[in-house]
C-alpha cells in the first residue's frame, strides 16, 4: 500500500516560469492538503482539497498560485511565474476523511533562480 | 488565535531521555501530534494523542498532555543517533472543521555518540 507520493523531488525553475507540483494521495484517500515549509520554518497551511472540490484555501496567496484535485488523477498545486520568494519545500498530505489523521509525503522541494 | 511554540533546539547524549516540549494556544483543539522530519525527508506521524487524555505512551515515546496549561511534550527514552531530526507539534485547528494542522517551528534534536 503506496504512501502519499509526490513527483517532482526537486525542481529547479527560473523566475517567471510555472511550477506544477503533483500530489497522489495514499489509496483510499480522498482528502488533500497542501502544506508550505519555508526555510528554518514549520509549515504552513495551503489549501484542503476533496475530489473536484476545493475546500478551505485560506492559506493559498490569492495571485499565482492554485490548486486542484480532479476526478481522476492527482492533485495539482500550480505556481504561476514563479519568484525566489516561492523556494520552499511544499508537502501534501491526505486523509480518508476531514479531521482524520494526515499522512505526509516527502515533498517536493522548489528552488527559483 | 492560533499558534504552536516550541523550543528550536534540544541535545542530548545518547542513551539520555529527550524531552521535548510545545505549548499551544487553541483549548479546544481536539488532536495534538508529533510528527519527525528527518534531513530532507517529509513527515512521519510518530503519535498523536486526544485532548481527553493525560497520558499516551507507545514503546519508547511518551506523550503528556496538561490542558489546563495548554501544553504538550514528547519524551524519548534511551535516545539514539537515529533519533536525531526535527520534531513538530502539530494542532488540528477546530474551528476551521476543515482539519488543518496548525504547527510550531519544530524542534531539532541533536544526539551525540
Known amino acids: 500500500n503506496a504512501g502519499v507520493m509526490q513527483n517532482p523531488r526537486h525542481l529547479v525553475r527560473r523566475r517567471g516560469q510555472e511550477a506544477r507540483l503533483r500530489c497522489s494521495p495514499m489509496k483510499g484517500h480522498s482528502h488533500v492538503y497542501w502544506y508550505r515549509q519555508l526555510p528554518e520554518e514549520g509549515l504552513k497551511f495551503m489549501v484542503y482539497?476533496?475530489?473536484?472540490?476545493?475546500?478551505?484555501e485560506s492559506g493559498m496567496p490569492k495571485e499565482r498560485f492554485s490548486a486542484e484535485f480532479p476526478k481522476e488523477g492527482p492533485s495539482i498545486l500550480r505556481i504561476q511565474q514563479v519568484v525566489r520568494g516561492d523556494s520552499a519545500a511544499y508537502f501534501c498530505?491526505?486523509?480518508?476523511?476531514?479531521?482524520?489523521?494526515?499522512?505526509f509525503g516527502a515533498g517536493t522541494r522548489l528552488s527559483v533562480l | 488565535g492560533e499558534d504552536v511554540e516550541q523550543s528550536l533546539f534540544l541535545s542530548v547524549r545518547e542513551g539520555d531521555s529527550s524531552v521535548i516540549n510545545c505549548t499551544y494556544t487553541?483549548?479546544?483543539?481536539?488532536?495534538l501530534y508529533w510528527y519527525k522530519q528527518e534531513p530532507g525527508a517529509g513527515l512521519q506521524l510518530l503519535t498523536y494523542i486526544f485532548s481527553n487524555m493525560d497520558m499516551k505512551q507507545d514503546q519508547r515515546l511518551t506523550v503528556l498532555l496538561n490542558k489546563k496549561d495548554k501544553h504538550l511534550s514528547l519524551r524519548i527514552a534511551d535516545t539514539q543517533t537515529g533519533d536525531s531530526a526535527i520534531y513538530f507539534c502539530?494542532?488540528?485547528?477546530?474551528?476551521?472543521?476543515?482539519?488543518?494542522?496548525?504547527f510550531g517551528q519544530g524542534t531539532t534534536l541533536q544526539v551525540k555518540p
Open positions: 482539497l476533496q475530489k473536484e472540490n476545493i475546500i478551505d
Open positions: 487553541d483549548s479546544s483543539s481536539t488532536y
Open positions: 502539530a494542532e488540528m485547528e477546530p474551528s476551521s472543521n476543515t482539519g488543518k494542522l496548525i
Open positions: 498530505a491526505s486523509s480518508t476523511q476531514t479531521g482524520d489523521i494526515q499522512y
